[in-house]
């Protein structure tokens, strides 16, 4: 079965910095796609950043110059470091993966749990 597992999340100050990891675990045989998407109270899960197996980057305009995604291929593992946070980054940010089951089987989409970052003015 596979999980993917966030951390990083937390209270932080407008200007401040967090960085957010997700980790896949579990048996699949290869990860397209992963990225980060942020839900606020009272709106539609929106997307952050995404980066692909080859490593191209793609990030939503309110992320331009402030976030950074990156990933390690051998730990399975997706990165955002955000800095210069303001009051309206907090969400509950998710992490996402496209995963391939087996060779032939998949992408599936898979969600993490979510990890809370709040921002404070």
């Known amino acids: 079965q596979v999980q993917l597992v966030e951390s990083g999340g937390g209270l932080v100050q407008a200007g401040g910095s967090l960085r957010l990891s997700c980790a896949a675990s579990?048996?699949?045989?290869?990860?397209?796609?992963m990225g980060w998407y942020r839900q606020a109270p009272g709106k539609q899960r929106e997307l952050v950043a995404t980066i692909t197996s080859r490593g191209r980057t793609n990030y939503a305009d309110s992320a331009k110059g402030r976030f950074t995604i990156s990933r390690d291929y051998a730990k399975n593992t997706v990165y955002l470091q955000m800095i210069s946070l303001k009051p309206e980054d907090t969400a509950v940010y998710y992490c996402y993966a496209g995963i391939w089951a087996t060779v032939t089987a998949g992408p599936y989409d898979y969600w993490g749990q979510g990890t809370q970052v709040t921002v404070s003015s």
């Open positions: 579990g048996s699949f045989f290869n990860i397209n796609a």
